[in-house]
């Protein structure tokens, strides 16, 4: 069956290029092509279609008005920005009901890995062991009240910085964290932020959103002095795993949004552990004495639970609306060759934070939870750099003795 989508832009002319461009795809795609955001509602009301492609910026409904409409509308569809549009609140009103944002000008050879690349991704996340999986698990996480303000607010045109610091001043609690984590070790800022529109200037939406996302979900879990533990030394874990992954990025000369994307996935990289532990503490801890004596982590997860924590908490950023992105380095930081596509990206940096920094702080005795996907680092070609941060990271934290 063929996979259907539609692109929507005023632009006619562009419309008619991007028909040329894709004429080789007709055996594979089923392209509908329109200039009007209304029409194009009205035809989803009668022919579904797996993805939408939006222009942002249209006279009778902007492409994020348009996305949102989907998204309640047509939950399970594909949503994609095409724009060259790129002021701050255009963008900052996607992050709810977008997939990906590709900006313009963008080749073929862009649009189609984005839509291969994103097709793939939905098709992991909606694969039968994990919906069985989190059908089964009775108390899974939910973002907290903030967090579905903030990104509601996101969306709207009059929202600014300004705005979501002031929601989030609003919780006193969240605050403190916000500006506590902000100026630990763990952003290297050189100076201390002293209120929160400073401290989301400097991190940025997609950062703070994420910041505000994990600090909800680990207090659901602080109930007992066991779990209490547990969620303090994730909590360092995940944000150590963060700032390593955001260093390999500024070292790998990738950009801010590759950076900032990195630390996210990195601070959220173990929201699926916490959930298992919950859940099962004792299957969960089978898990790690397993681990312990030398079996892979995600394959005795996956013996045992049906997935690995790693994608049982890509699921979870998916439902809660994270760009597809952040989702792959959460899904596939255990083995990132199984990625549909190998390129530097925040999934690398992750990974590597995950093979070579901090050890983990479950179970009986240190370890590292991750073994250092070869085929993953030959096919970018990173043998030798990889093998310098080998070096340096273990000068840094070396063998615990036995």
Not at 107 to 112: F, L
Not at 374 to 380: G, K, N, P
């Amino acid at each position: 069956m063929k996979l259907s989508i539609l692109f929507i832009d005023d632009d006619v002319n562009l419309l008619r290029g991007l028909r040329r461009i894709l004429h080789k795809h007709r055996e594979d795609w089923d392209i509908t092509f329109m200039d009007s955001p209304l029409d194009a509602l009205r035809l989803l009301e009668e022919k579904g279609f797996d993805v939408v492609v939006s222009d942002m910026r249209m006279p009778e409904m902007d492409g994020a008005s348009l996305l949102s409409e989907v998204e309640k509308r047509y939950p399970g569809t594909v949503r994609v920005v095409l724009s060259g549009y790129t002021e701050e609140k255009s963008v900052l009103r996607t992050i709810g009901p977008t997939h990906q944002y590709l900006a313009k000008p963008c080749n073929t050879e862009d649009i189609v890995s984005l839509l291969d690349r994103t097709l793939a991704l939905r098709g992991v996340l909606r694969s039968e062991p994990l919906r069985t999986l989190a059908a089964s698990l009775h108390n899974l996480p939910s973002p907290s009240a903030l967090y579905m303000r903030l990104t509601a607010e996101m969306r709207k045109e009059t929202s600014s910085m300004r705005t979501i610091a002031g929601m989030i001043s609003e919780d006193v609690a969240m605050t403190a964290e916000v500006l506590r984590i902000t100026n630990s070790a763990y952003f290297s800022l050189g100076s201390q932020v002293h209120d929160v529109f400073q401290a989301v200037r400097l991190l940025g939406l997609e950062t703070v959103r994420a910041l505000v996302l994990s600090v909800g979900i680990f207090r659901q879990f602080d109930k007992t002095p066991e779990l209490s533990a547990l969620v303090h030394d994730l909590d360092v874990y995940g944000l150590t795993v963060a700032a390593l992954a955001r260093r390999f990025a500024r070292e790998e000369g990738l950009n801010d949004g590759l950076r900032d994307q990195a630390f996210c996935a990195g601070m959220l990289s173990v929201i699926g552990t916490l959930v298992f532990f919950d859940a099962e503490p004792r299957k969960t801890k089978d898990v790690l004495r397993r681990a312990e004596r030398g079996e892979d982590l995600s394959t005795v997860e996956k013996e045992l639970f049906g997935a690995s924590q790693a994608e049982l908490g890509g699921y979870l950023l998916g439902l809660w609306g994270f760009n597809d992105a952040i989702i792959e380095a959460v899904l596939y930081q255990d083995h990132p060759s199984a990625c549909v596509y190998t390129d530097r990206s925040a999934l690398t940096c992750v990974h590597m934070a995950r093979a070579f920094g901090p050890r983990w702080p479950l179970g009986e005795r240190t370890m590292r939870p991750v073994s250092l996907d070869v085929d993953y680092v030959r096919c970018l070609g990173m043998e030798a750099k990889v093998k310098a941060w080998m070096v340096a990271l273990v000068e840094q934290d070396p063998e615990p003795k036995k």
